[in-house]
């Protein structure tokens, strides 16, 4: 049987939710992944300055834990969106409001939202969508709304991992360097694929489709109309992920980022 592998990150996450065991595997963070998301989370409510008046919509909403905090906090409208179905159905199961949608096609009306949130989604995005994606959360962003767009990195990723003939030189491989535990898991996918007659095709998830220098980054979310509140290395990653904050500008409020956010501005 031949392998192939598959670095289409959309199928990655269709195939997890496929094969789900935990509802935190969503989050697509690997080993302590609950502690992560959580930490994470928390501190992107910090920067939003989240208030019970606002409208959230968290583009890649991946377990929910952004949402669940939000209504734990009583926030008007909470909404998640997923790259594929069978993950939103998995977050719907929690009572959280999520849908199917891409970056580049939110199906959220304009201006809807007082607090757009995109974290550690862009990364995975093909370079040739982020403009359009960027219009986007300008599109459904209220006037004066708050954007934060989290995990951004500034350089490429590790090279991909090479590619075997055969699944032998593909276990042996994964054995000598990922270790046994890696190894056996993907001997498991194989039986399964060939119990069922399914194609071999390895999905590593983790290729970075998109990086950016900040100044390169902020002044592509600049021409999408967004503007920049501030950009930040990441406390978990200060040495390849960036955070920012940026703000729809609004004719009623104009851009003064010492005031504090006022939502419906
Ligand atoms: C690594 S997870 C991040 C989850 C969450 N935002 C967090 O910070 O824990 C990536 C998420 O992006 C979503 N995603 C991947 N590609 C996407 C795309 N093209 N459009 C919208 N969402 C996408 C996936 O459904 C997944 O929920």
Same mark, same amino acid.
């Given at each position: 049987?031949?392998?192939?592998?598959?670095?289409?990150?959309?199928?990655?996450?269709?195939?997890?939710?496929?094969?789900?065991?935990?509802?935190?595997?969503?989050?697509?963070?690997?080993?302590?992944?609950?502690?992560?998301?959580?930490?994470?989370?928390?501190?992107?409510?910090?920067?939003?300055?989240?208030?019970?008046?606002?409208?959230?919509?968290?583009?890649?909403?991946?377990?929910?834990?952004?949402?669940?905090?939000?209504?734990?906090?009583?926030?008007?409208?909470?909404?998640?969106?997923?790259?594929?179905?069978?993950?939103?159905?998995?977050?719907?199961?929690?009572?959280?409001?999520?849908?199917?949608?891409?970056?580049?096609?939110?199906?959220?009306?304009?201006?809807?939202?007082?607090?757009?949130?995109?974290?550690?989604?862009?990364?995975?995005? =093909?370079? #040739?969508?982020? %403009? /359009?994606?960027?219009? $986007?959360?300008?599109?459904? !962003?209220?006037?004066? &709304?708050?954007?934060?767009?989290?995990?951004? =990195?500034? #350089?490429?990723? %590790? /090279?991909?991992?090479? $590619?075997?003939?055969?699944? !032998?030189?593909?276990? &042996?491989?994964?054995?000598?360097?990922?270790?046994?535990?890696?190894?056996?898991?993907?001997?498991?996918?194989?039986?399964?694929?060939?119990?069922?007659?399914?194609?071999?095709?390895?999905?590593?998830?983790?290729?970075?489709?998109?990086?950016?220098?900040?100044?390169?980054?902020?002044?592509?979310?600049?021409?999408?109309?967004?503007?920049?509140?501030?950009?930040?290395?990441?406390?978990?990653?200060?040495?390849?992920?960036?955070?920012?904050?940026?703000?729809?500008?609004?004719?009623?409020?104009?851009?003064?980022?010492?005031?504090?956010?006022?939502?419906?501005?």
């Amino acid at each position: 049987m031949m392998i192939t592998r598959s670095e289409d990150y959309v199928e990655y996450c269709r195939e997890t939710a496929r094969n789900l065991r935990d509802v935190q595997d969503l989050a697509l963070r690997g080993n302590h992944k609950q502690e992560i998301t959580r930490r994470i989370q928390e501190r992107i409510l910090q920067e939003i300055e989240l208030c019970p008046e606002d409208d959230m919509i968290d583009i890649g909403c991946g377990d929910g834990t952004l949402l669940q905090m939000a209504q734990a906090r009583g926030l008007r409208s909470a909404i998640g969106l997923l790259a594929t179905e069978e993950e939103a159905v998995i977050v719907r199961r929690l009572g959280l409001q999520v849908q199917q949608g891409f970056t580049d096609q939110l199906p959220v009306s304009d201006e809807s939202a007082s607090v757009v949130v995109c974290n550690n989604v862009l990364l995975v995005v =093909p370079r #040739e969508t982020i %403009p /359009a994606s960027l219009r $986007e959360m300008y599109r459904i !962003a209220r006037p004066g &709304a708050r954007v934060f767009i989290g995990e951004i =990195p500034f #350089e490429p990723g %590790p /090279a991909p991992e090479p $590619e075997f003939e055969s699944a !032998a030189a593909t276990l &042996a491989y994964l054995y000598r360097t990922h270790g046994v535990r890696t190894c056996l898991g993907m001997l498991r996918r194989m039986i399964y694929w060939k119990l069922t007659g399914q194609p071999m095709i390895i999905r590593g998830g983790s290729t970075i489709c998109f990086y950016a220098q900040p100044q390169e980054f902020i002044a592509m979310a600049e021409s999408a109309g967004l503007h920049i509140v501030r950009s930040w290395a990441h406390q978990d990653w200060p040495g390849n992920r960036y955070n920012y904050l940026f703000q729809k500008a609004s004719p009623a409020a104009p851009l003064n980022f010492n005031r504090r956010f006022s939502p419906n501005a």
